[in-house]
């Protein structure tokens, strides 16, 4: 456990959200690949970030921010990262959720509105998309697809 402790580190990551229509900050939790050269993989799903958890980051610190701050995506992990936000608030969003972890994937809630969920590069991506589709269409949530792997891609 004192060993994870030591390497894990908090990234910035700052961006302009399309979801949120504006400048936006996260910090995203990563292992140390490699200090001296930056390499950091990322330990959590990211609620806004165009990144998958598992992905191998640069990241330098940042004289500035006075963190260390995301640079670029060195290697993808195959991941993917939907964001789901709730439109009908007669459903429950844990109950979507759960859904979602019967096909494999974990997610993380924001608020009783807004979630995101990991799609494992192993996953079938066609039956959660159906699924995301369907409730869309039924005006139960909308959904953003930031960071597709080409696992994925359909």
């Not at 993917?80 to 439109?87: A, R």
């Amino acid at each position: 456990m004192m060993k994870e402790q030591k390497t894990s580190v908090k990234i910035l990551f700052r961006f302009f959200s399309a979801i949120l229509n504006e400048w936006t900050v996260e910090n995203l939790w990563a292992a140390t690949i490699n200090a001296e050269e930056g390499l950091y993989k990322l330990d959590n799903i990211p609620f806004y970030a165009s990144v998958s958890c598992g992905d191998i980051v640069l990241a330098e610190f940042d004289e500035t921010e006075n963190k260390l701050t995301y640079r670029e995506t060195i290697i993808h992990s195959g991941n993917s990262t939907i964001q789901v936000i709730l439109k009908d608030k007669s459903f429950v969003v844990n109950d979507i959720r759960e859904f979602f972890t019967s096909l494999g994937c974990e997610s993380e809630k924001f608020n009783d509105d807004y979630f995101v969920i990991e799609i494992p590069a192993a996953v079938d991506y066609t039956p959660i998309r159906e699924k995301l589709m369907e409730l869309e269409e039924n005006h139960i949530i909308t959904y953003a697809e930031p960071n597709l792997s080409k696992n994925h891609w359909y």
